[in-house]
């Protein structure tokens, strides 16, 4: 016992143990306040789009449960199914591991936030509310290319339309709403005008048919809804303002549409997606984790220019993203021909 308190008294340090540097270094929940705007602004998930589960390690397993017509004649059936008329299904979400490297000029920060009222050598990149403020900066502009990722992948990341960041048919071929899995209807390019999206050769009624066909049962789920590009859902609103010549009240475009509908199916506008493509589908369908809250997360401000002398502050923030649906004949994807399988 004396040994031991002798040998830890001798690699103690006076008045104390020195601080290491940088101090700036948040892991596992401590990096929740900045890897989550990372992700959670991206516009599909934070306006609740898609499922969202988080905590993932590396996989999680998604369950469906799909079932036939379960009716059955009483006095032709006095005892119970045999279950044939149900299908469990399982797919598995992983985890793409992803990272921010962002590199600051302390130069062009010094003068702005931390003055010059000391010597250049001991002076840190900004104040501790600083250090926050660029970290929260970086991470709202990571937002974007999550949102993208999501929808259209990379070579980081498989997306719910693409797996190499182009929405064509070597993409989509690729794609967690595999073309091969889920119902793609053909949309001629003037279905994704606004001549056309209000009547029945638009993208919205071919996808909502394609469904009739196909999957008529999501018609039903209170989370069905169409999912959309930005462009589209412009050409949408362009086509309801000038519908009957002048639109509502005579206000043509110069009006606010908002809770867009189509049929009575809510439109879910995300930037992620690509102009000339439509989804149809329940919100529970499409997931989305991650493995925000567990201690695969991390987030960094470093002052390099202490180790190198180059005037560079470094920003890191690690995650791990990953998509899936849960049941692929539940969905019905519209696109141009040369993008669906021929």
Known sequence: ?????????????????????????YAGVLSSPFVAPAMKLASTLVNGYV???DGIQNKAVISSLTSDDPLQAAQENCSWNDGADLTLGERVLELSDLAVMQSLCRATLLPTWAGMGGARATMTAGSPEFVNF??????????????NNIWLGSGLTTGFLSSSGTFNRAGFGGAILDPTAVNHVDVTATGFTSAVLTQG???FDIAYNGAITNCPAILNKPDVAFYVGTALAGQYMTGL???????????????????LQYLGIPIRVCPGMPAEAIVLTHQD????????????????Y???????????????????LGMQVATPGDVVVGALEAVNPA
Do not use: C
């Open 302 to 320: 470093i002052d390099h220019w202490q180790f190198s002398g180059s005037d560079e502050t470094r920003i890191v923030i690690r995650f791990g």
């Open 241 to 259: 303002g000038v519908a009957g010549g002048s639109g509502y009240q005579s206000n043509v475009t110069n009006q606010s549409f908002t809770n």
């Open 285 to 300: 369908n499409l997931v989305v984790g991650s493995n925000l809250n567990t201690d695969y997360t991390s987030a960094q």
């Open 51 to 53: 499922r969202q589960i």
């Open 201 to 203: 050769t638009g993208a």
């Open 134 to 147: 660029a970290m929260a900066t970086v991470a709202a502009a990571t937002a974007q290319s999550v949102e």
């Open 1 to 25: 016992m004396g040994y031991s308190n002798s040998l830890r008294k001798r690699r103690e340090f006076t008045p104390a143990n020195p601080t290491v540097t940088p101090t700036t270094t």
